[in-house]
């Protein structure tokens, strides 16, 4: 029902209908009619160009109606099984009707693997933009990881490093990158490359708007042990991390810290550490575990605003 039809019509005025007989039957006729009269008025049809357009027209719901089972059975065909269905529809339990119920099909390689292998790949699936600012047009053949991986292997995006004790540490996306003077450099690569360092217990890095490099990289580190950081232990970082990855992933800026804002779950909040190094003014810290970490980590930024 279109709001035009509820606001013309004086049975729908003030969006109700007349109560009529007590026990509701004149509602209900009432209602149906209107139902009837909408079926027969309100229609929309496409367009001719876009109708010209289309794989099937009204012709199949008359095959549908005259033979579902075959009809149906022909659809299922048009789809890539792995173990094809002897059944189309299984009724011998009404109200409960199955379909295609000895059949196996991989649902993901239906809707987007097939179609990618048959050519259409290059297509847009969405338009992404990170919290950085980048952005990339991502295809349907971006996504298709069946012909890459093996089929049960599925890539998240995160990454990770594992201790000496076995326990994986996630270190995050590894999509998240930053632009050093047209080198993307992965953040979760420079984390880890700090992190690796004995010295070091966590970090976090997050890119600064630089008018040399374009993006310039700011760590906040966490040192072991309760070691105490000095401008000697920034450019041992520095070195490491020039050793590991290359001279242009050295962080331009290192602070220490405490601790890190992290949720009550335990992830990093990275947005808040740009807010910090760009100077600019805080988003929300409700969601921090401690909520204090951001004021400090304010403090010693404001100190040393050119801080290398």
């Known amino acids: 029902m279109t709001d035009t039809t509820r606001a013309t019509n004086p049975r729908f005025a003030g969006g109700a209908v007349g109560t009529g007989g007590a026990d509701g039957t004149d509602v209900e006729r009432a209602l149906e009619a209107e139902l009837e009269r909408l079926m027969q008025i309100e229609s929309f049809d496409p367009p001719p160009d876009f109708a010209a357009g289309a794989l099937h027209d009204t012709s199949e719901y008359d095959r549908a109606a005259a033979d579902p089972l075959a009809f149906w059975a022909e659809q299922a065909r048009a789809l890539d099984w792995s173990t094809p269905p002897t059944t189309i529809l299984d009724d011998s339990n009404p109200p409960f009707f199955q379909w295609f119920t000895d059949g196996r099909i991989n649902v993901s390689y239906n809707c987007l693997?097939?179609?990618?292998?048959?050519?259409?790949?290059?297509?847009?699936?969405?338009?992404?933009?990170?919290?950085?600012?980048?952005?990339?047009?991502?295809?349907?053949?971006?996504?298709?990881?069946?012909?890459?991986?093996?089929?049960?292997?599925?890539?998240?995006?995160?990454?990770?490093?594992?201790?000496a004790d076995g326990y994986f540490w996630i270190i995050g996306r590894i999509d998240d990158v930053i632009n050093v003077s047209g080198h993307r450099l992965s953040t979760a690569e420079v984390e880890s490359a700090i992190v690796a360092h004995e010295a070091v217990a966590e970090a976090a890095v997050v890119a600064k708007a630089d008018e040399d490099t374009g993006q310039a990289i700011v760590a906040f580190v966490t040192l072991a042990g309760g070691r105490t950081g000095t401008d000697d232990t920034i450019e041992q970082l520095r070195d490491h991390v020039a050793r590991r990855i290359g001279k242009l992933a050295r962080p331009k800026q290192i602070f220490w810290s405490d601790d890190l804002p992290k949720?009550?779950?335990?992830?990093?909040?990275?947005?808040?550490?740009?807010?910090?190094?760009?100077?600019?003014?805080?988003?929300?810290?409700?969601?921090?575990?401690?909520?204090?970490v951001m004021k400090q980590l304010k403090e010693k930024v404001e100190l040393r605003p050119d801080a290398q």
């Not at 980048?134 to 049960?152: G, M, Q």
């Not at 550490?273 to 401690?290: F, N």
Request: charge should be negative; charged fraction near 35%; proline fraction near 2%.
């Open 113 to 163: 693997d097939r179609h990618v292998l048959a050519g259409n790949g290059d297509r847009v699936a969405f338009h992404w933009r990170g919290e950085q600012g980048e952005e990339r047009d991502v295809t349907y053949a971006d996504l298709l990881y069946f012909s890459r991986f093996l089929p049960t292997t599925y890539v998240v995006g995160d990454a990770a490093r594992r201790d």
């Open 263 to 292: 949720t009550r779950s335990g992830k990093i909040m990275r947005r808040l550490l740009r807010d910090i190094a760009e100077g600019r003014e805080l988003g929300d810290v409700t969601t921090l575990r401690d909520p204090e």
